[in-house]
């Protein structure tokens, strides 16, 4: 089909880049930052937008909360050209060291989630691609940007991530975890595509606080001013590709 059935769009429609949020919100505040700012499509959890970067013509789009939708999103944009995802999204810490507000560039992502094992087994790796990777961590070195670099968790059950869960991460040195990069990691790699992940510390599970939990909003205020240096980081590393 030309028309995809959920963002609605087309071949031609959108840059061979796309920065994918998973909040729409974030999709305006990303587009905020750039120039020639076009709204395409907008459906259910997804918002499209083209934008410029310095030059660089790239695309906006957001995957609504977790695996399935994100993996929705990837097919689709892979379908209509996009070459590239980078993930600009938020997280929760599982090393102490962490704090809220902390950037996280990921390395790959355990699948713990149920979407990737439609497409292979468990076994195979969620990997970044390098050279996204690479563009994240230069950016944010560029910036002078502390950032933690590493593999993270995906999981798709926020509200069953037990003590045990939260244990057996943080014993296996993940930094933190989040809902959508495994999905977005297989299905770049299984395309011959490539995708990496910038994300912004929301609470650190092995110390006990979660987003929501500070201020009665979702996100704390470090973390709501620390997804702008993400934002910075993730736009200047679109340029680099």
């Given at each position: 089909m030309a028309k995809q059935p959920h963002l609605l769009v087309e071949p031609g429609d959108l840059a061979d880049i796309a920065l994918v949020p998973g909040d729409p919100g974030r999709v305006d505040r990303i587009a905020d930052r750039c120039d020639d700012v076009d709204t395409v499509a907008q459906n259910r959890e997804y918002?499209?937008?083209?934008?410029?970067?310095?030059?660089?013509?790239?695309?906006?789009?957001?995957?609504?909360?977790?695996?399935?939708?994100?993996?929705?999103?990837a097919e689709e944009l892979a379908?209509?050209?996009?070459?590239?995802?980078?993930?600009?999204?938020?997280t929760g810490a599982l090393q102490p060291n962490i704090e809220i507000g902390d950037t996280v560039v990921a390395t790959g992502a355990a699948k713990d989630e149920g979407t990737t094992k439609r497409y292979e087994a468990a076994t195979v790796p969620a990997v970044a691609d390098y050279g996204t990777l690479s563009a994240l961590v230069e950016s944010?070195?560029?910036r002078e940007a502390p950032v933690h670099i590493g593999p993270i968790a995906t999981d798709d059950a926020f509200y069953a991530e037990t003590d045990a869960h939260v244990d057996a991460w943080s014993e296996a040195g993940l930094l933190c975890v989040e809902m959508e990069a495994a999905a977005l990691f297989t299905l770049a790699r299984r395309k011959g595509l490539a995708a990496g992940a910038i994300c912004t510390v929301d609470g650190n599970l092995v110390k006990g606080t979660q987003k929501g939990e500070t201020d009665g909003e979702e996100l704390p205020e470090k973390a709501k001013d620390n997804v702008e240096r993400a934002i910075d980081i993730a736009l200047d590393a679109a340029t680099r590709l």
């Open positions: 918002k499209l937008v083209n934008a410029t970067q310095e030059g660089r013509e790239l695309t906006i789009c957001s995957t609504g909360i977790g695996s399935p939708s994100a993996a929705i999103a379908a209509v050209g996009v070459e590239t995802f980078v993930r600009v999204g938020t944010a070195e560029a």
